[in-house]
């Protein structure tokens, strides 16, 4: 009876251990994460349309019938392979050391494609830094549908070819990212890399957690 209930107290703690790890992530400080305020989405999202894309008629609307929680999501959407990206208006001031979790839900509608040579989809995680804000000396980072991840090179700013199918059902993408030195904000936006059709998007994070969390490994970097 003693080695059982020795056995139990053991077992109850290690639950409790796992509760305050997950207590660590802080709040969310994404506002209106789930797109569920279809009405402030225009005043907490922007969406971002790459020069070489305007002709693909990239857009966003607010979907009621497909959604990871609550009632609706994002629906983002473009009639020819395009580079376009939604994310939330206002860079997130950081300090250099800290550490986040970044995540976000994506479905592919039927219609969607990526080119072979791209990702996608990536959440490209922009690194600023001043008032106002400009881009870092490294002014990205990469996450992969897989959630792995890469830092941008001083001379090119894409991200890594790396292989992927469309996500035919909900999928999350998330890494935890540890802020560079001389960056003191940055905003995680959801791209469209070279990708057509439509694809649903829901609950975004954006997550300080505690700094002996490990961060995800950059490819790409020593």
């Known amino acids: 009876m003693r080695h ?15 509760l305050c790890l997950r207590a660590d992530d802080g709040a969310n400080l994404i506002p209106n994460p789930g797109f569920e305020n279809a009405t402030g989405a225009p ?12 002709a693909a008629n990239c857009r966003y609307t607010i979907s009621t019938d497909t959604f990871h929680s609550g ?12 580079r376009f990206c939604l994310g939330p208006q206002t860079p997130f001031p950081v300090a250099a050391g800290d550490c986040y979790r970044i995540g976000v839900w994506v479905k592919a509608g039927a219609d969607f494609q990526m080119q072979p040579d791209s990702p996608g989809v990536v959440i490209r995680v922009n690194l600023t830094t001043g008032s106002p804000p400009v881009p870092a000396a490294i002014p990205f980072i990469f996450i992969y549908l897989n959630s792995t991840a890469s830092q941008a090179g001083a001379t090119d700013y894409s991200p890594l070819p790396t292989p992927s199918s469309a996500p035919a059902e909900w999928t999350h993408i998330e890494a935890v990212v540890k802020v560079p030195a001389g960056v003191d904000s940055m905003v995680p936006t959801l791209f469209f890399w070279k990708a057509k059709g439509s694809l649903y ?10 700094p002996t969390t490990p961060a995800t490994p950059l490819a790409g970097t020593p």
């Open 4 to 18: 059982i209930l020795v056995g139990s107290l053991i077992l109850a703690a290690f639950h409790l251990s796992l």
């Open 71 to 82: 009632k609706q999501s994002a629906l983002m959407q473009s009639d020819d392979f395009a």
């Open 43 to 54: 005043a907490t999202y922007l969406l971002f349309t790459a020069p070489e894309s305007t």
């Open 201 to 210: 998007v829901d609950d975004f994070s954006f997550q300080k957690v505690d």
